[in-house]
């Protein structure tokens, strides 16, 4: 038993894996106990167990396997994670379980399986069940068929979906095994409970016996509904309220509300196999259809007879199909084929159903007008075929169609097509039969019920029975308004008889709804039940404000406020009034009037009707008026009264008084009795003959306004304008006219017949009475405010004249919104006539629609048109569309016959061309408006592929389709789009183009609709696919889209709808959804309502120009779609953002409160190893992947919930990327703080943000970088290394960002890469870095390569990994690459290579193909370098930072090779100021020069120093580009090695870091010492001086203050310095070179020093400030004499100025001037005296006598006078010539100063033989000076010209060295600024040559010729001294000049300066004129060393680059490392041999 308690210790885990059975037996035991311990279901300990369930169940041994299963199913049962494993898990249950014998091994693998189920994985459960029943094994089929009978009996079938599994299940039912059939039979049982007759078809073809054995166990199945037992975690609620009904007792009624929802109802056609059908065509089909032979026609109709049996047809172009069998049933003579085409007809119909609907429209009229034919089995076919295809469309689409045959004379076609419409009504639900269908059927229909033909008659009856039916009295009484009661009576029978397909509706009130639907779809329509509540609302007297919140059903017309055609709103329509109490009244004789009128009427007034005295007649009106005021309604006999009126006289009296009573008494019967048309009819004749009386008129048209408001407004008008214009009377004209506007405005537009109205205002416009034509005129104003621009159009061919009138009428009424009906509402309910207001607008629109004059332009579409559409020539196709663009503009408005023309329209949405595509879809815009709402009827094969359109990548195109799509939608209405599959297989298409167009129309629209079609649903799963699309912009707009899409399906649908999403999405959907619904706007029916009632009446805004709408109804939420951008804008969306905006600040802000305070990572012990193990064990997901998958993502929200602060990772994983960025903030903030978290948890942070690299989104991207490179510089000095794990974890996918498009990013990326070679050795990066160069993307190859290069460059051939072969084989593959930047990148990496390796690399390379190898070749040669034979630094990759490696010193310490490394870090340091130099970290560099100091000894480190930042001062500005770039004649000896050597050492004086700084400054130090090579120096002497008063600085400011620092260590840095700078001094010619900013400000650094107190503490202090006393004495002597003056000059002015200076300063520097005034004599004649007097006048202009005697001590004067006296002792009166530079002597007192200064001495000298002296010196100088212009202008002329230039230069060098004070100012000044620029320049280069420069090294020559020649980077001054103002004079204008010269020798245009300073002096001694602060002449410097490399190199590098480093790191030459091989070859040696 030894080894049992070995395994008895194992931790549980292990145990279960073990290899004997009993320790997995005990493991699985225990397993169980824990799994039930382990309350919380997110434990990490589950995520332990993730790799071993599969384990548990398919252990070998039976005993434990079975309590394994017992194990798993608690697993399942209580992990959060479980569902990670039901693949695995599932499939080893079918396989290892159930063909166990052991019945509970097979009971516990079902439980499993339905345990899964309930953990939300059905799907992958029933897809491992379905695999099963493949298996050999009948005991596993077996198994598997009753799980799946068990789930869809518990679960249901809304869980378990039956298609795949009816799919199976005739193929079980053919086993051989019994078993098997059995229970396929149970499954078939159980299957029907659910789903009943639907189950029918697909097994249809089973063996009989067993069909009929089904039927029996079927009969016997109950016929009680169906429950869900079993609930998914996600149905709690649903269990709950199941389990309260189950302890209720039963069922209850409970059930009843939500039957419709527990069981889906299941159609049989989705069960169904599509079959493909047009592959199987006969190959002759076409031709046989068009045979002659009628037989042969016949074969070809019974093959597609056969093929359209299949019940369910795949989905194709079926047109040419449809179009040979319309074909045959149109005009074959044998009309047996006709039958059978229509049976064809109608299979595919039913096969193809709702796609077959867009052939619907062509295949009807042939049908219908076919029915002519008497035979029945024709007649039954079309009918069954026509029947088949109204199921495809709606009755909408094919009216027109139907309606236009409904005149047809033939009685067969009348009566047929009035059966079908009795048909199809059967079909509809009010919702689908809106009035407007109604009106134009019911019209016809009336028409056939008054048919000669009794059959006709018949059928028209059954028609409107139906039709009655199925809308309710309420819709259709209303057109049944003159039908007599014999008819009505008929119709009524007949609508008794109606059988409806959707349950019975009737439109009485009372009756009840039925239960329970008929039919399936019922559940969807949403017909029924608004049906109901719309009538409950109809019922209550009160406003109708629920019913139309009710109503739905087809969408708003183009933007009307709310649709009439609500859902079978038409019920609730509120023509109620006087519909219903309409008077049916016959003619009555005049015998019975007059019997009539005698009850009611005193008998004398009768009597006095017709008395021939008008006293008697008057006095019988006033009896008749008194009679009618106190009648009752009831009792007026109105038609006898109005009759007794007409009577003689009637309407001819005479007398204007009786007249008037007469008319008054017309207008009271109406008002008071229950007037009839019968009754109009007898007054309206008198009443339009008395309108245009003067007298009369007003009572004519009062009496015309009742009987209007009595028998309708509509009706009247027509009587009256007829009336009016059938005599000849201008004057009743005009008056009627004038009345009709006034009454069109108090009734409303309401019914109005336009056309007739328009014909009689065409015949007023020409009337010759002017009043006629303004009545009219003012008439058409009126409608134009119901109407709206359509109107217009009908008076298109008037006079221009009288158009312009119109116009101008028109143009009134712009803006202005129709007044609110006043009349015509009287008598009904307020409720009733809001809802009429309602209808009225409708119906106008549809009017006015119908009335436009339409053009046929069916014959003009040929067969040579629609075949030139399609041609193969572009030309040729866009001249057939330009034909149809002109058919369309001369036919205005057409009738829906296009024929051919949508197919070959569509087929030119997917040109190639894409400006054919813009055209078509221009004309498709057209067409909509030219056919108006008849479009509707080609949405489907035309709309549908506009659609398609939206996803072009081209942005012009994409908005040419939204606006047809708008144009269309306009016309249609929504509900013809949003019906069928169509749109949400386009929202399928994973275009992001496409889905964000769609969805922002989809946004847009939405909103507007009051109901949609249930077709919506299919666009849901694609809808969340959007949300989670990798484009941004698909997901923003799925985003908004959502609230809309909710707010027609609702919330519960919508969630519902995510069960077949993976879990992770599902949450992200869901949570989206509950944002969304708190968003939800309502639906936009009761706003829409009350808006229509603030806009009054108004007719359809469809033709408003919305702004008057809009204004209108601003106040409201949801504003119809007059102008939908403004609705959207004002309206809902402004709605919604305030909620959304409430709702998201408030909930967050409660939580930040409570729980943001604490750590955001939390530290767990040994946390970070223990995940590695998982992930080395295999027990988590190792992270790797190409996209990241949901699991990927669930695992590290798992591993970070236990060290991630809870609010956090909400953040981090929500949906919405601006948490992310929040997040990202949050770590940010928290990164310094927290570094020991962020470590702990380093590996799940680079693995979150790996995912974030997958975003779409920048700003998160940026957010992440930025992150990143924060992390590293933190991790690297903290000296982190990364683990393996962490970088194969983060690295792969960093290098994928490489190839990102945008260049910041890319930018970013390798900065990031940079770093990271700080925590990860460099050798390692590299096979990761290599990896990417295998990417397709071919940016992220190219960025690839560079960073190899670098790699190489930086630290050696050691980093190629695995060898240096196979890593340079790798990249020379890529200089065959496709792409030009990969070629050369390729290219440039393996030349850097070369320059570290030598010749070596051909042989690593290998064999290479000729191209690649030449193209290599040639690059190597043009890169020109000399190989050298090993490279620079080894990489020693022991990443351990030194501790004195401060920021600075890193910048500046950088190994020659790579400061002057290749175009590649150029590159990279273009970046930004962050990263510009890529730092070779210390630890990879071998620091020869350290080694050769340290000889042996041990080093102490250094402790850090605290630093100061200097980089500031050196911020660069940006040089224009240059427009020519200055190229040196002197190309290939432009370069030196030992300089870019020097540059570097000189570079490092300047270093932050002592000991840097002490070994440069010996090595410098070495060099001037030995005279050979102290030469090599000349041209550094500015630069090195800069760096040494930069290090003076330094020690001042920073390491003085330093506590830490040994004091030491600073005396040794100073004597280091001062050691050095006395070497420099000693040679004469080196210090000559320094210029007089550089020595102002070593002067300043120097006196600075001698005055610190804190040097004089130290030790060694003393000794220190002797030497500087000694360093200055040898700066004073050795200098150039006139730079030293100068700068002390300068330095004097400034010390005196600055108020921080110290007296004492000023006053070390004014002994520095005594003793320059001591060595005058010796010095004088080198002396450039103009410079020195300019900047003497600088000095006493800002100092002028007075100020300087205010001074506190006389010493300032002193010195100046005794400099100016000496000046004029040792020069005499000359000294008064040198004043050429200054420009207005008259500043300050010099001038006048020297004068006294020279009649003083004049004064005591002997005055008589200086006069002598002084005149002939004065004819002398006039002779010589006409002589000197002449040889001047002749050398002038020399330089001018082309040829001589040089010889002239060298003649103006000689003269001026010959006559130093020669004046050739006046040459010059005429001169252009060019010219004068380049004499100077001419002049220095000569100097230099001559003075012997050109012998040293060629380069220093050409440095310091350069001097002048190159662009500084930065131009501006820095100032260096602390409180230091150059001079204010000297500033500006020596500056400026500067600036000049050198923007002229960029190229950049000067503008003029007047006041430029003479050029004399530049040109009188060659040096540096001016005083230039030093940091300019080193940032000078700087260029000169770049551009002279970019010529060298011929790169054309951006002369911007910055430098960040202190000193500007300055940049030697690319070859130094190759030049100073020998060098360091000799170092190494001597290192050697001094360690041995």
């Keep these: 038993m030894g080894d049992d308690s070995e395994w008895m210790k194992l931790p549980i885990d292990q145990k279960c894996e073990h290899k004997l059975w009993k320790a997995r037996l005990n493991g699985y035991e225990e397993a169980l106990k824990l799994f039930q311990k382990i309350d919380d279901e997110k434990s990490p300990e589950w995520s332990k167990y993730l790799g071993l369930i599969k384990k548990f169940v398919t252990d070998s041994n039976a005993v434990a396997q079975l309590k394994g299963l017992e194990a ?252 040979v069998l319309k074909k045959v049933v149109g005009k074959d003579t044998n009309v047996m084929l006709v039958a059978l085409a229509a049976k064809c007809l109608a299979g595919l119909a039913t096969g193809l159903r709702k796609k077959f609907g867009q052939y619907a429209g062509h295949v009807v009229p042939t049908i219908l007008e076919k029915f002519k034919e008497k035979k029945p089995q024709v007649v039954q076919a079309l009918q069954e075929a026509i029947d088949a295809i109204f199921l495809t469309t709606t009755l909408q689409n094919l009216s027109e169609d139907i309606l236009a045959v409904m005149d047809n004379k033939n009685p067969t076609i009348k009566q047929q097509t009035s059966l079908f419409i009795a048909r199809s009504f059967r079909h509809c639900t009010p919702s689908t039969l809106p009035k407007s269908l109604l009106k134009p059927f019911c019209a016809a229909l009336l028409k056939h019920i008054n048919d000669s033909a009794p059959e006709v008659r018949d059928a028209g009856f059954e028609a409107l029975g139906t039709a009655l039916k199925v809308a309710g009295e309420k819709a259709v009484n209303p057109f049944l308004a003159d039908v007599d009661k014999l008819k009505l009576d008929r119709i009524k029978e007949c609508a008794e008889k109606v059988e409806l397909v959707y349950g019975k509706k009737t439109g009485g009130a009372a009756e009840k709804r039925e239960g329970k639907p008929v039919a399936g779809k019922t559940a969807a329509l949403p017909g029924p039940g608004a049906d109901k509540e719309t009538k409950d609302a109809a019922t209550k007297a009160g406003p109708l404000k629920k019913a139309s919140a009710v109503k739905s059903g087809v969408p708003p017309k183009k933007g009307k406020p709310a649709t009439a055609a609500g859902a079978g709103g038409a019920g609730a329509k509120g023509k109620k009034g006087p519909e219903t109490k309409e008077i049916f009244e016959s003619e009555l004789s005049m015998e019975v009037c007059e019997e009539k009128a005698a009850a009611v009427l005193p008998a004398s007034c009768i009597q006095q009707l017709d008395s021939g005295n008008w006293k008697e007649r008057l006095a019988c009106m006033e009896e008749f008026q008194k009679a009618v005021e106190l009648m009752e309604r009831s009792e007026m006999p109105c038609q006898a009264l109005v009759r007794m009126l007409a009577k003689k006289p009637g309407w001819k009296e005479t007398n204007f008084q009786v007249m008037q009573m007469k008319l008054h008494i017309v207008a009271l019967i109406a008002q008071k009795g229950n007037f009839s048309k019968t009754s109009a009819q007898v007054v309206l004749d008198g009443l339009v003959d008395k309108v245009g009386d003067v007298k009369c008129g007003s009572n004519a048209k009062e009496a015309m306004t009742a009987i209007a408001e009595a028998c309708q407004l509509p009706w009247t008008a027509e009587q009256v304008v007829a009336t009016a214009f059938s005599q000849k009377n201008p004057k009743n004209q005009s008056e009627t006219l004038n009345w009709l506007s006034n009454a069109i405005k108090e009734f409303g537009f309401s019914g109005l017949n336009v056309k007739a109205f328009i014909s009689n205002v065409k015949t007023a416009l020409a009337a010759t009475n002017p009043a006629v034509r303004t009545s009219a005129i003012t008439l058409l104003g009126v409608m134009y405010l119901y109407v709206g621009p359509p109107l217009r159009m009908f008076f298109e061919d008037e006079k221009p004249a009288l158009l312009s009138q119109i116009d101008a009428e028109f143009e009134k009424m712009q803006g202005q919104t129709a007044p609110t009906p006043t009349r015509g509402i009287s008598r009904h309910s307020a409720g009733g006539g809001d809802d009429g207001e309602e209808e009225e607008q409708e119906e106008v629109g549809n009017d006015v629609v119908d009335l436009l004059p339409r053009t046929d332009i069916g014959d003009k579409i040929t067969a040579e048109l629609v075949s030139k559409i399609g041609d193969k020539n572009w030309k040729i196709r866009k001249e057939g569309l330009d034909e149809v663009t002109s058919i369309l503009n001369e036919a205005k408005f057409i009738h829906p016959n296009i024929g051919e ?51 072009d990548s081209k942005n012009n195109v994409r908005a040419a389709a939204l ?134 009446g108004t007719a359809p805004a469809k033709f408003q120009p919305g702004s008057a709408f809009a204004d209108d109804l601003g106040s409201n939420n949801v504003e119809s779609k007059p102008d939908p951008k403004k609705a959207k804008a004002g309206g809902l969306s402004s709605k919604t953002k305030g909620v959304q905006g409430k709702k998201v600040l408030s909930k967050p802000n409660l939580k930040e409160d409570d729980d ?344 102490c480190e250094m402790p850090a120093l605290v630093q100061h930042k200097l980089d500031d001062i050196f911020e660069p500005v940006l040089i224009p580009e240059p427009k020519i770039r200055a190229v040196s004649p002197h190309f290939d000896d432009m370069h030196s090695n030992t300089a870019s050597t020097i540059n570097f050492v ?321 040459f010059l000044k005429n001169s252009s600024q060019f010219f004068q620029s380049y004499v100077e320049r001419g002049l220095r280069l000569i100097e230099t040559e001559r003075e012997g420069k050109g012998r040293i090294a060629p380069s220093t020559g050409i440095s310091s010729q350069m001097e002048g020649t190159c662009v500084p980077v930065s131009t501006h001054t820095v100032s260096s001294s602390i409180g230091n103002t150059n001079g204010e004079e000297v500033g500006p204008s020596v500056y400026l000049e500067r600036l000049k010269i050198l923007r002229q020798r960029c190229g950049l245009d000067n503008a003029k300066q007047e006041d430029r300073p003479p050029l004399t002096s530049l040109l009188s001694k060659p040096t540096l004129p001016t005083v230039a602060s030093s940091t300019d002449m080193l940032h000078s410097k700087l260029s000169q060393l770049r551009e002279s490399r970019e010529q060298y190199q011929h790169l054309d590098l951006d002369c911007n680059q910055t430098h960040s480093s202190g000193i500007g790191t300055t940049l030697a030459s690319p070859s130094s490392a190759a030049a100073n091989i020998d060098d360091l070859k000799k170092r190494l040696e001597r290192i050697k041999s001094s360690r041995k």
């Design 901 to 951: 023309l949508p197919a070959a329209l569509k087929n030119r949405l997917n040109d190639s061309n894409k400006i054919l595509v813009q055209q078509t879809l221009s004309i498709l815009q057209q067409l909509a408006t030219a056919m108006g709402p008849n479009i509707k009827q080609h949405v489907k094969n035309l709309g549908i592929p506009v659609i398609t359109v939206l996803g």
């Design 1546 to 1866: 000189i570079s490092q004086v300047a270093s932050g870091d002592i000991n840097t700084s002490i070994q440069a400054l010996t090595q410098i130090d070495e060099v001037l010492k030995q005279e050979d090579k102290a030469e090599a120096m000349s041209g550094h002497i500015d630069q090195f001086l800069i760096a040494t008063f930069m290090q003076l600085r330094l020690i001042y400011n920073t390491h003085m203050a330093d506590e830490k620092l040994d004091k030491d260590e600073i005396v040794r840095l100073y004597s280091c310095i001062i050691g050095s700078m006395i070497t420099l001094f000693q040679i004469e010619s080196l210090a000559r070179e320094a210029s007089t900013g550089v020595l102002k400000d070593l002067m300043h650094g120097l006196i600075t020093l001698m005055l610190d107190s804190r040097v004089e503490d130290l030790e060694e202090g003393e000794q220190v400030i002797r030497s500087v006393n000694l360093l200055v004495v040898k700066v004073l002597e050795k200098s150039d004499q006139t730079n030293i003056l100068s700068a002390l000059l300068v330095l004097l002015q400034d010390s005196l100025l600055a108020t921080a200076s110290s007296p004492k300063f000023s006053e070390l520097v004014m002994k520095c001037l005594w003793r320059m005034v001591r060595l005058l004599p010796e010095t004088i004649n080198s002396i450039n005296l103009d410079r020195i007097l300019l900047d003497i006048h600088i000095f006493m202009k800002v100092f002028p006598k007075e100020k300087l005697k205010q001074c506190k001590s006389d010493f300032p004067i002193r010195t100046l006078k005794t400099l100016l006296h000496t000046l004029c002792k040792l020069k005499g009166p000359k000294i008064l010539d040198h004043l050429t530079m200054i420009d207005n002597k008259n500043e300050s007192e010099l001038e006048a100063h020297l004068c006294r200064v020279m009649k003083h001495s004049m004064d005591q000298s002997g005055k008589a033989d200086k006069d002598t002296e002084k005149g002939a010196s004065r004819i002398e100088e006039k002779a010589s000076k006409a002589k000197v212009n002449d040889i001047l202008a002749e050398i002038f002329k020399k330089i001018g010209s082309k040829e001589n230039t040089k010889e002239g230069l060298a003649e103006l060098y000689e003269y001026k060295k010959k006559y130093s004070d020669a004046d050739i100012e006046p």
């Design 963 to 1096: 606006a047809t799509v708008n144009a269309w939608a306009e016309q249609t209405g929504m509900k013809e789009w949003l019906e069928g599959e169509d749109l949400s297989e386009e929202l399928k298409k994973e275009n992001p183009f496409l889905r964000q167009e769609l969805l922002g129309w989809l946004a847009e629209k939405l909103p507007t609709l009051r109901s949609v079609p249930s077709d919506l649903l299919l666009c849901v799963p694609h809808l969340y696919s959007c949300l989670e699309d990798r484009n941004g912009d698909v997901r923003k707009k799925a985003q908004d889209a959502l609230p809309f899409f909710m707010m027609h399906l609702g919330f519960e649908k919508m969630a519902k709808a995510t069960g077949k999403l993976k879990p992770t999405s599902k949450d992200q959907v869901l949570a989206m959804l509950e944002k969304a619904k708190a968003n939800m706007p309502a639906k936009p029916a009761p706003p829409a309502k009350s808006s229509s009632r603030v806009v009054g």
């Design 72 to 323: 798993a199913l608690a697993y399942v049962e209580n992990a959060h994670v479980a569902g990670k494993t039901t693949g695995e898990v599932a499939s080893g249950v079918v396989n290892k379980v159930f063909n166990q014998p052991k019945a509970r091994a097979k009971e516990l693998g079902l439980d499993i399986c339905l345990m899964y189920i309930e953990i939300e994985k059905g799907e992958a459960i029933q897809e491992e069940l379905l695999k099963g029943l493949d298996n050999k094994n009948p005991k596993i089929i077996v198994a598997c068929i009753e799980t799946l009978r068990k789930a869809l009996s518990e679960f249901g079938s809304k869980i378990i979906s039956l298609k795949p599994i009816i799919k199976v299940l005739p193929k079980l039912f053919e086993s051989r095994e019994k078993a098997v059939r059995d229970e396929a039979k149970l499954l078939a049982v159980e299957i029907y409970r659910w789903i009943r007759d639907a189950l029918r078809p697909p097994l249809q073809n089973i063996n009989s016996v067993q069909l009929k054995e089904l039927e029996e166990e079927w009969i016997k199945v109950s016929s009680a509904v169906p429950r869900q037992t079993r609930f998914l975690r996600s149905q709690q609620e649903l269990k709950a309220k199941f389990e309260q009904q189950q302890a209720v007792g039963g069922d209850a009624d409970g059930g009843g509300d939500d039957e419709e929802e527990t069981v889906p109802q299941v159609d049989a056609y989705e069960l169904l196999e599509a079959v493909e059908i047009l592959s199987k065509l006969p190959k002759d089909f076409y031709e046989k259809i068009e045979a002659k032979k009628w037989q042969e026609r016949k074969e070809a109709l019974e093959a597609v007879e056969l093929l359209v049996k299949n019940p369910k047809l795949e989905s194709g172009d079926y047109a040419d199909l449809v179009k």
């Design 1156 to 1499: 943001k305070s604490g750590p955001i990572f939390i530290i767990v012990p040994n946390g970070k190893e223990q995940r590695m193990k998982e992930e080395k064990g295999l027990k988590v997901l190792k992270w790797n992947f190409t996209t990241p998958r949901d699991e990927y993502i669930e695992q590290l929200k798992t591993q970070m919930s236990t060290c991630v602060a809870k609010w956090l990772q909400d953040e981090m994983f929500h949906a919405d990327f601006q948490h992310h960025n929040k997040a990202l903030a949050v770590m940010i903030e928290h990164l310094e703080s927290e570094k020991d978290g962020v470590i702990s948890c380093l590996d799940l942070i680079l693995k979150w943000l790996t995912l974030r690299f997958f975003d779409t989104n920048t700003s998160v991207l940026m957010k992440t970088l930025e992150y990143l490179k924060l992390l590293f510089n933190m991790l690297s000095q903290e000296e982190y290394h990364l683990t393996e794990n962490e970088a194969s974890s983060f690295i792969p996918y960093l290098i994928l960002k490489v190839g990102e498009p945008k260049d910041v990013i890319r930018k970013d990326v390798r900065a990031i890469l940079n770093r990271m070679c700080l925590i990860y050795p460099a050798s390692k990066m590299f096979p990761f870095i290599m990896e990417g160069t295998k990417s397709k993307n071919s940016k992220q190859r190219a960025e690839c390569l560079e960073e190899l290069g670098c790699l190489v460059e930086s630290y050696g051939m050691n980093v190629c990994q695995p060898t240096p072969g196979k890593a340079l084989k790798e990249m020379a593959t890529h200089i065959g690459d496709r792409d030009n930047t990969v070629r050369n990148a390729a290219l440039n990496t393996i030349v850097t290579v070369y320059n570290v390796h030598g010749d070596q690399v051909f042989k690593l390379i290998g064999n290479l193909s000729e191209k690649d190898m030449s193209m290599l070749e040639e690059r190597i040669k043009r890169s020109a370098k000399r190989p050298s034979a090993a490279p620079v630094r080894q990489a020693e990759e022991k990443p351990q930072r030194a501790q004195n490696i401060s920021a600075n010193a890193g910048m500046m310490r950088k190994g020659p090779a790579e400061d002057m490394s290749s175009k590649l870090n150029q590159n990279r340091n273009m970046g930004s100021h962050s990263e510009t130099t890529h730092t070779v970290p210390r630890e990879f560099q071998l620091d020869l020069d350290e080694i050769e100091n340290d000889n042996g000894t041990v080093r």
